[in-house]
């Protein structure tokens, strides 16, 4: 059936029509749909070549039935090819939804080839290592704002003039606590199996296998407890936070919030920094916990140790001490997680491409900072006496 109506339509046809004063006009007729054997513009070309005198052209198209795009890029060559010649292309008598679609054509710069392009000159030393600065400071800038209206906001809360919902306190702190229980379980056991292996293997050599129990439960509790859930925080939860803000940054919600006279600071990151900060102790105990678990599997299965004589050393070897240094870098770590990812948040772009960008920078700059905190309270706690 289709063949058929496409055989019942009038082929496309093309007439030129000359005058004495030098005008012309093309008359176009039948269907110039592109399923037809459409003329090419070499047809109109020998029309006009055959006619050397014209100054003029118009089109006739009242004997036209149908048309689509192939008609409209016809004609467009058609007034190229005019202004080529120096003829005066009319476009009046076509229908005024050809003449709309020539038009926006028309608005569209062509390609030029005979645009050479300069190589950019690579910026000097100098140059680049100001813009660096420049971005430094900048940043820093931003960083002391984001802190001081931090501080800010945290004595309000101190004080109960804080205006958060409470509700969505108490949703992230069981996002960011209950809810990423699997997943710390299984990397602290995997780590202390770990740490338990790597000391059974040195340790046999002197016959002192049990005191894998000391290594494995003073590491775990003093830092890689704390440490190991930083991290799966900062990857889960800090990534988190930096994409649900930035987002909000792209669809203007945080603009809206602050034109409702509400601090984004208060209502938005105060209560992630708290939930996290109050949360990351309590995963870094029950970490400790499987990390020694962990350590006591191993022990039990490869170096030969009874599981009670492997839990008696590993309570003699552990102090109260080791535990506040534990606790105390939980709590440094999961303030940095959390303003690592608000912060990252907050400096996001507009667009899609910067949700992703500030969440990988969020999970970046927590982990550095993790280290160095690591480091920087190591030192504190060997200064103090409290290792």
């Known amino acids: 059936m289709a063949e058929d109506r496409l055989h019942d339509r009038q082929a496309p046809t093309l007439e030129l029509r000359a005058a004495q004063d030098g005008s ?37 198209t009242t004997q036209l039935t149908d048309w689509d795009s192939g008609l409209v890029a016809f004609i467009a060559e058609i007034q190229t090819l005019c202004g080529e010649r ?9 229908p005024e939804g050809l003449q709309a679609l020539l038009e926006m054509a028309r608005g569209v710069p062509p390609e030029r080839s005979d645009v050479t392009h300069t190589p950019e000159t690579a910026a ?26 931090g501080a800010i906001a945290l004595r309000r809360f101190v004080l109960g003039r804080a205006r958060f919902r409470h509700s969505e306190l108490w949703l992230i702190i069981q996002d960011s606590g209950a809810d990423a229980l699997p997943i710390v379980s299984l ?22 296998r049990i005191y894998v129990a000391d290594l494995v439960g003073l590491a775990t509790v003093v830092q890689m407890g704390a440490l190991i859930t930083a991290i799966v925080m900062a990857g889960r939860t800090g990534a988190a936070f930096a994409a649900h803000i930035g987002t909000m940054q792209v ?29 990351t102790p309590l995963l870094a105990i029950y970490a400790n916990l499987l990390g020694i678990l962990g350590g006591a599997f191993v022990g039990s299965m490869a170096g030969g140790v009874t599981l009670t004589a492997y839990l008696v050393e590993t309570q003699a070897a552990i102090r109260w001490n080791h535990i506040i240094q534990g606790l105390i870098c939980a709590v440094v770590y999961g303030a940095i997680v959390a303003a690592s990812g608000c912060l990252r948040g907050m400096q ?18 927590a982990i550095v900072f993790i280290v160095i905190a690591a480091a920087v309270l190591t030192i504190i706690f060997d200064a103090v006496g409290l290792s």
Do not use: H
């Open 86 to 94: 120096g003829i005066d292309c009319d476009i009046s008598a076509l």
């Open 187 to 208: 990397v602290s056991f995997l780590v202390g199996m770990i740490l338990a292996y790597i000391g059974n293997q040195q340790l046999a050599e002197f016959g002192a």
């Open 24 to 60: 012309a006009t093309l008359a176009i007729s039948g269907a110039w749909r592109l399923e037809q054997r459409l003329p090419r513009v070499a047809a109109a070309v020998a029309l006009l070549d055959a006619q050397p005198n014209v100054r003029r052209l118009g089109f006739d």
């Open 251 to 279: 669809n203007e919600e945080i603009d809206a919030l602050r034109t409702l006279g509400i601090s984004p600071m208060e209502f938005l990151i105060l209560p992630r920094v708290l939930a996290l900060t109050l949360m």
């Open 348 to 365: 996001c772009g507009r667009s899609a491409a910067a949700v992703g960008q500030a969440t990988t920078s969020a999970v970046v700059t």
């Open 124 to 149: 000097s030393f100098l140059t680049r290592f100001g813009d660096d600065f420049m971005d430094l400071v900048r940043s820093t800038g931003e960083i002391m704002t984001f802190f001081g209206d």
